[in-house]
């Protein structure tokens, strides 16, 4: 059972334009929720978080929205870079509970 | 901060020896660390929540006696892949509860691990 789906495996986008990664969810206990990228050969790197208390945080070209009634995030970079391509992953967790549970990724390529 | 580090990098074994796989916290004190594996073109699988000074909880289907985990001190956990088999080739990644936020992981950069 997929507690946390990311539904495109790929996403395409032009330099400058923005990239918009979606992530969905189906327990509803999840009330905080993470963003990583990875790179290929390495660890992925924590890029931006959301509480539920919330429904959207920034942080530089990134923002992340929370719509708790649809079970739904998603992940704004704005502008793209070509440095941002990599695989994305949306993590949910809640409180008490020490694990995340990961999405299946999104790999992201920005052209120049 | 929350830098968290592996050794090695990358190693090459041959069947049914042991491997032994370090995870560090170099700047914050981790309580808490986990164990993820990763197979080609799929997400990071868990494979067990360690807690210094207590036995790891391992996931459903993860043989504890082949993965062996300690977590002997605040900064540092080991993996180990006792008789190692072609099929346990793969990349291991270990991350530790950080400062931002209590459920926060920061991740090291992984270990490929190849059995001959």
């Known amino acids: 059972d997929q507690q946390v789906k990311q539904n495109s495996p790929s996403l395409s986008v032009q330099e400058g334009r923005i990239s918009i990664l979606n992530c969905d969810y189906t327990n509803s206990m999840f009330d905080y929720f993470l963003w990583y990228k990875k790179y290929p050969a390495e660890g992925p790197t924590f890029l931006i978080s959301i509480s539920s208390i919330k429904d959207k945080n920034e942080d530089g070209r990134f923002t992340v929205f929370l719509n708790k009634s649809a079970k739904h995030l998603s992940l704004h970079i704005v502008p793209s870079q070509p440095g941002d391509s990599a695989v994305y992953f949306c993590?949910?967790?809640?409180?008490?509970?020490?694990?995340?549970?990961f999405g299946t990724g999104t790999r992201l390529l920005v052209s120049p | 901060g929350a830098v968290v580090s592996q050794h090695p990098s990358r190693v090459i074994c041959k069947s049914g020896t042991s491997v032994k796989i370090e995870c560090r916290s170099l700047d914050f004190q981790a309580t808490t660390m986990f164990w993820y594996r990763q197979f080609p073109k799929q997400s990071l699988m868990l494979m067990a929540t360690?807690?210094?000074?207590?036995?790891?909880?391992?996931e459903q289907g993860v043989e504890k006696d082949k993965f062996l985990i300690n977590h002997a001190s605040l900064t540092l956990s080991t993996l180990t892949v006792t008789s190692a088999h072609p099929e346990d080739s793969s990349f291991y990644i270990c991350?530790?509860?950080?400062?931002?936020?209590?459920?926060?992981?920061?991740f090291g950069p992984g270990t490929r691990l190849t059995v001959l």
């Open positions: 993590a949910a967790s809640y409180t008490g509970f020490q694990k995340l549970v």
């Open positions: 991350s530790a509860r950080g400062v931002q936020g209590a459920d926060t992981q920061y």
């Open positions: 360690s807690n210094e000074g207590s036995k790891a909880t391992y």
